[in-house]
């Protein structure tokens, strides 16, 4: 299986969305969906793949805001998002109480689990529950790459100053689950550059 992923970025929050592509099978999956969703339906039909999910690492308005129009674009193919947050999509509940903003809600939505594989179409992930930023954030694993949403960033860490967050679960679960990785895995984050995981352990200022 060769895998490429290729980011798109907004400009209001430069928040990154993912396609992760399967070059042997044309399957593809979407990591998070953020304000400029026309940006990946121009991916997809570029890329000439066909999207069998879309992956939310959390559920920050953010990454979420362009789920129905990438929906609308590329079919009603199932949101997966772990259980902890699964009540933002399906009720539109906002995840913040510091930010009552309505949520887009989606029809179709699956579970992503702590250590259970979740496949779509020929790609299978690794889920690792990586809370603090936000209770139902995920890591997501595939091949040597993972998406590690806005639990780890290139030289820093997730907020963790929202009434549901908590600062220590997330240092355990990044210091536990994805430090922990070989030091050439490639991290994608929500925000910002990717970086490696052996260069966040060297150098991250707030893991020292
Ligand atoms: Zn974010």
Redesign the pocket.
């Given at each position: 299986m060769t895998i490429s992923v290729t980011g798109t970025a907004d400009l209001r929050?430069g928040?990154n969305s993912y396609l992760v592509e399967d070059e042997d099978t044309k399957d593809a999956a979407i990591i998070d969906a953020n304000l400029e969703p026309q940006q990946m339906v121009r991916l997809v039909r570029d890329r000439g793949v066909n999207v069998k999910a879309i992956l939310l690492t959390h559920t920050?308005v953010?990454?979420i805001a362009g789920l129905p129009e990438l929906i609308a674009a590329i079919g009603p193919v199932p949101v997966a998002v772990h259980d902890a947050e699964k009540q933002v999509v399906i009720q539109g509940k906002p995840l913040r109480r510091q930010f009552p903003v309505g949520s887009p809600m989606v029809a179709v939505t699956d579970s992503l689990v702590e250590g259970k594989p979740y496949r779509a179409g020929s790609l299978s992930f690794d889920v690792l529950h990586t809370p603090g930023h936000s209770p139902g954030g995920v890591s997501l694993k595939i091949g040597d790459v993972i998406f590690t949403g806005?639990a780890l960033f290139a030289g820093s860490i997730g907020r963790s100053d929202f009434d549901n967050s908590n600062g220590d679960a997330l240092l355990e679960g990044i210091r536990s689950k994805l430090l922990v990785l070989p030091d050439e895995t490639i991290a994608y984050s929500?925000?910002g550059p990717a970086t490696t995981i052996g260069e966040e352990r060297r150098s991250n200022p707030f893991l020292a």
């Open positions: 929050f928040t920050d953010d990454h806005d929500g925000h």
